[in-house]
């Protein structure tokens, strides 16, 4: 009975939130069964340079080694915890020597005393009230919520190289875009400067043309800045000094298919909402461990050992031993007790509420990335039809000039209006890219793998 008795404290029961919605905000089809969050990174982002990154970040880089090393920590902790339950074995040797005077009838002469001894001392605290165990459920929970947080790194971490890498696409196309319209610009400005030599043009055009044409290489200047600042923070992430990134062609990529699946599944697919549970599990346990501490210690101890003395060229020895049970508790702190169970009470409604507030930032976040998807897709869409109208109208500038019945500047204006907006439809393009990167982070991605599984991946 001393050994099981009780468990003080409240039993850890979930918490209400509001009740979940029947789908997303700006969720067009209905709720699917399966999960675009269902896949691992390698099948939801299939480029081979892209997964070899991927890869190579999930092994080398440094986020992932402090996440694994505070589960370790809290591993320790689990431990430390868990060994109060456990009786405790301690030893204590002792051995001396010492010249003391020895006091005779008439005379004062001194003695060599040589001593050893030898303890055992054992102590166990009887669980009785459920401190321990308590305490043990506190170091637990927060093991699966470093665990939690280290999926939540990996996720991140997956996602941050996908968004770098389809960054990186788009710079290079929106780069293609500038080096074209560069090479056009110079064009023009080689043909209004040889026919202001001629004498058939003003410098007007031929200044208005060496302006253009030096903004678009102030816009390719800037754009290769971006490139190289970008693939050096990728290199971060990676775990390796700056260098080139091999990658492919934005023109190469079409959009995947992202089933959401049921609003409630969100709830286990995302490691910061079962952190944050993990969390209330925690405060909850501690609240116990405080009750507890209103209620004395019981416990087993035990003493057992030997001592031996020499003396004169005699040797003695003798044992000794104890045994008892012991009680200590609290009978007057000034309120201390008192304040630490306040204290874990209010930590217990701050998960609650942090908890809560995530499962709304989940739903926000998803609700967000959605948006981003729909509207960008009716973007690109309207920057497609844009391209192919100015195209069209630099065609018919270019035919006009041709047959003598429009100037050169005509042509340039289409010009103008045309590279614009075709870098526009680039950028479109990567940030439709990393809209899905986001989705897929949002959605709790990759949430069926455990974190063996994302090394052993990244070790293929």
């Not at 809290?74 to 010492?98: D, H, I, K, M, W």
């Not at 609290?330 to 630490?340: D, T, V």
Request: with cysteine.
């Amino acid at each position: 009975m001393l050994l099981t008795g009780c468990t003080m404290g409240p039993d850890y029961k979930r918490p209400e939130v509001q009740p979940l919605p029947a789908s997303y905000r700006f969720q067009l089809s209905p709720g699917e069964a399966t999960s675009y969050a269902d896949l691992s990174w390698w099948a939801a982002f299939q480029d081979p340079a892209l997964q070899k990154l991927i890869a190579e970040a999930v092994a080398n880089n440094y986020d992932v080694q402090i996440a694994a090393s505070r589960i370790e920590q809290a591993r320790a902790q689990l431990g430390v915890a868990r060994s109060e339950a456990y009786p405790q074995l301690n030893y204590t040797v002792t051995v001396g020597g010492q010249r003391a005077l020895v006091q005779g009838l008439n005379t004062v002469g001194t003695a060599d005393i040589g001593f050893a001894s030898g303890l055992i001392d054992a102590a166990w605290e009887l669980d009785i009230w459920g401190r321990i165990r308590r305490s043990t459920e506190a170091a637990r929970a927060n093991l699966f919520a470093q665990e939690e947080v280290r999926r939540g790194v990996m996720l991140t971490l997956a996602t941050d190289v996908a968004s770098g890498y389809f960054r990186l696409l788009q710079l290079d196309r929106q780069l293609a875009v500038a080096e074209e319209s560069t090479g056009a610009y110079k064009k023009t400005f080689d043909l209004f400067d040889l026919r202001f030599r001629a004498g058939k043009d003003s410098n007007l055009s031929v200044q208005r043309a060496e302006a253009i044409y030096n903004a678009s290489l102030a816009t390719a200047a800037d754009l290769k800045r971006q490139i190289a600042q970008q693939e050096n923070a990728l290199c971060v992430l990676l775990g390796s000094y700056p260098r080139a990134i091999a990658r492919a062609r934005l023109a190469n990529y079409s959009l995947p298919a992202t089933p959401l699946g049921a609003t409630s599944d969100l709830m286990q697919r995302r490691p910061d909402i079962r952190a944050a549970e993990q969390s209330m599990v925690a405060a909850n346990a501690e609240i116990g461990v405080a009750v507890a501490n209103f209620f004395p210690r019981i416990g087993l101890s035990a003493i057992g050992g030997g001592e031996g003395v020499h003396l004169a060229g005699t040797n003695t020895g003798f044992g000794l031993w104890s045994a008892g049970l012991s009680a200590t508790g609290p009978i007057f702190n000034g309120g201390r007790l008192q304040s630490i169970y306040e204290g874990q009470k209010a930590y217990w409604d701050e998960t609650v509420a942090q908890y809560r507030k995530t499962v709304l930032v989940a739903f926000r976040e998803t609700s967000d990335a959605l948006t981003a998807q729909q509207n960008l897709a009716t973007r690109r869409d309207a920057l497609e039809a844009q391209v192919v109208n100015l195209r069209q109208s630099f065609d018919l500038a270019l035919t006009r000039y041709d047959g003598g019945r429009a100037s050169y500047f005509e042509v340039l204006e289409a010009q103008q209006q045309l590279y614009p907006v075709e870098g526009e439809l680039a950028q479109t393009e990567g940030d439709q890219l990393l809209a899905t990167v986001s989705l897929y982070k949002v959605l709790g991605g990759g949430w069926k793998m455990t974190p063996a599984e994302w090394k052993q991946a990244a070790a293929q």
